[in-house]
């Protein structure tokens, strides 16, 4: 569940590959340049590295635990739409999946009468797990498994600056070390096969600014005004789909949902957080047995490993594991304030607060320093205007 980089030239510091047996077949079988062969063997490489950088929720498997995924427009049978509304909301993956088409993500792509989808829509609530699925389709295509037709699999993330200043095609399939002869020769193939035999996924749609999501590089890729036979999969959260399905109109779409884990992912899940310590792992689904409205929080990928890391914490601690959703969101905002006050490169602002270790909590808000309540009532005060205004921020 590692935040990943994108694959893209600009956001990657790998070497640029040499000639190689792969890029040179590739090349000799097709009608592709060589360099298209070494910019696919690049992609390949930075797909199969799997970059995590360090973070507060650490990887706990070096294997992708499968994520739920259904297509998300289509009609339901009259006599299951209450049942299927019930599960939704009580978070029984298992339920819909009975009720909608499940997709496999060597479906990715392929629409029901087994045509090409031009567009991919792949929505889905925060922490879900969209960016981790969109970066498991470059692993998989990759290790050769799906996308067979695909010469280039580009995946751009759209929280990168470098991304968000795209201003042509040219700006979004290159990377850093590439060759100026190699990136012209590339540009040539893609733009003379109007972006056939490509695919680009762009994480993170939402993350855009209004303007770019409607007028912008990645607003024409999209609606099929620049390279349109390029396949294009656009991930994002629900508050941006009435822009992405206005692009989309005019085209041939698949719309896929990721609903998270079922149950038995979020037992692999904690099988393999707390494989070193089986006891931990017992006591663990043996409280979440008996607190089933915290359990039901564990479908959602991101809350699943906030749960077990709190989890693990308070039990190294010896404290008490929270008993109600309050107790999660208390425990976890004094988790995220231990984090802040430790990484704090400023010293303390008053004599009675000492840095905390890794080991401590705070029991209770007045031994947060002054600087970090300072910006906690920033925080509050946008909290509280946006509320009585009712406003988004």
């Known amino acids: 569940l590692g935040r990943k980089e994108g694959a893209h030239a600009c956001s ?6 040499a000639a190689t047996p792969l890029a040179a077949r590739i090349a000799s079988t097709t009608d592709v340049p060589l360099g298209v062969g070494k910019y696919a063997e690049y992609l390949m490489s930075v797909y199969k590295v799997k970059p995590c ?22 009609d339901f049978p009259k006599e299951k739409e209450v049942t299927c509304t019930l599960a939704m909301i009580h978070s029984k993956i298992e339920e819909v999946k009975k009720l909608k088409r499940t997709i ?9 009468d087994g045509e090409r989808a031009r567009c991919i829509i792949v929505e889905g609530i925060p922490g879900i797990g969209k960016s ?5 389709l470059g692993v998989c295509w990759a290790q050769k498994k799906i996308l067979h037709d695909y010469h280039l699999v580009v995946l751009l993330r759209s929280r990168d600056e470098r991304v968000q200043k795209a201003k042509e095609e040219s700006d979004l399939f290159c990377y850093k070390e590439q060759p100026k002869q190699e990136h012209e020769a590339v540009m040539e193939w893609i ?3 109007k972006g056939d035999g490509v695919m680009m996924v762009l994480d993170g749609y939402d993350e855009l600014s209004q303007d770019l ?31 992405l399905h206005q692009l989309c109109a005019d085209q041939k779409c698949q719309y896929i949902e990721v609903i998270g884990f079922g149950k038995e992912e979020i037992q692999e899940y904690v099988d393999g957080a707390l494989a070193h310590n089986k006891e931990l792992r017992d006591e663990l689904m043996y409280h979440l047995e008996h607190h089933p409205h915290i359990h039901g929080l564990m479908y959602c990928p991101l809350n699943c490993a906030i749960i077990v890391q709190i989890f693990r914490d308070q039990m190294k601690m010896r404290s008490q594991p929270p008993q109600t959703l309050t107790e999660v969101y208390q425990v976890l905002i004094k988790t995220v304030l231990k984090r802040h006050e430790y990484k704090s490169v400023e010293p303390p602002v008053n004599k009675k607060h000492t840095i905390p270790n890794k080991s401590s909590t705070f029991p209770w ?16 005060k946008l909290a509280y205007d946006g509320t009585n205004e009712d406003r988004l921020i």
């Open 12 to 17: 990657s510091h790998n070497p640029p590959p």
């Open 53 to 74: 950088g360090e973070q507060w929720l650490p990887v706990v498997s070096k294997r992708y635990i499968n994520l739920s995924t259904i297509e998300s427009i289509e």
């Open 104 to 112: 496999t993500i060597d479906q990715v792509g392929l629409l029901g």
């Open 132 to 136: 981790t699925f969109s970066w498991h």
């Open 191 to 193: 733009i003379s096969n």
């Open 213 to 243: 999501q409607t007028s912008s590089i990645f607003a024409d890729i999209i609606r099929g005004k620049v390279l349109p036979k390029m396949t294009v999969l656009v991930s994002s959260r629900p508050s941006a789909n009435q822009n």
């Open 365 to 380: 808000l007045g031994d947060v320093s002054d600087q970090t309540i300072s910006q906690l009532l920033v925080l509050a």
